[in-house]
């Protein structure tokens, strides 16, 4: 496609939900970044695809986050038991090599009522 | 003492005036990235710099590698440049993103 896109756009959960937002990155993108920015400060790390290979995941706040890209292309950030705190925009960003220009989705903003 | 420091934090200018952000980091980096957010959350990568000087359009970066910062300068600036301008660099060895907390910029016409 064009840019990253993430679906969904935002998301509404209720607290113990399990959610799963995706990335689709640029085509041929093989570096892909998931952060999480909390209303008013700046995005922080949370994972890192290199093809299907997490080579990073010492972001994740803890072992209900969890992130996949099977087959080096489409991601899946799943969050299980979903809490108010988990409330931010979930962003991903793709390059095509690592240390080259980052590309980012428009992010899926998560509500955890 | 965060890794990475913008200021100002917020800046308001006028119409056409020559802007300056400023970012400074305490670690060894491979790469620093100039990015902006509009509202609503989509962000831009505007530059990658690993030394020297870029320049695109109206914007110009650049960084001091010895003395760990770099610049974000925009010329004649436009109420259409309004946005938040992050620093995040590459630390050396690394491939994560560390993310200075962003500069508000409001430009009015």
């Given at each position: ?51 299907e ?15 996949e890209r099977p087959e080096g292309s489409v991601s899946t ?37 | ?109």
């Amino acid at each position: 496609g064009a840019g990253v896109s993430q679906s969904p756009r935002y998301k509404v959960a209720k607290r113990g939900q399990d959610v799963a937002l995706r990335c689709d990155p640029i085509s041929g993108h093989v570096s892909l970044f998931w952060y999480q920015q909390a209303l008013g400060q700046g995005p922080e790390f949370l994972t890192y695809f290199q093809n299907e290979a997490q080579l990073d995941k010492s972001g994740l706040p803890s072992d209900r986050f969890f992130a996949e890209r099977p087959e080096g292309s489409v991601s899946t950030l799943k969050i299980q038991r979903t809490q108010q705190e988990d409330s931010a925009v979930y962003l991903c960003a793709t390059a095509r090599e690592l240390n080259e220009k980052l590309f980012f989705g428009s992010g899926t903003q998560l509500s955890v009522l | 003492k965060n890794e990475v420091e913008q200021s100002p934090q917020n800046l308001t200018a006028q119409e056409g005036e020559f802007i300056t952000i400023n970012c400074s980091y305490s670690v060894g980096i491979s790469a620093l990235h100039w990015l902006q957010q509009h509202p609503g959350g989509g962000i831009v990568s505007l530059f990658m710099l690993s030394s020297g000087k870029k320049k695109h359009g109206r914007l110009i970066a650049t960084i001091n590698i010895q003395e760990k910062h770099s610049s974000l300068h925009i010329t004649a600036s436009h109420p259409r440049d309004s946005a938040v301008y992050i620093c995040a660099l590459h630390q050396g060895g690394s491939e994560k993103l560390v993310f200075g907390k962003g500069t508000k910029l409001t430009v009015n016409p």
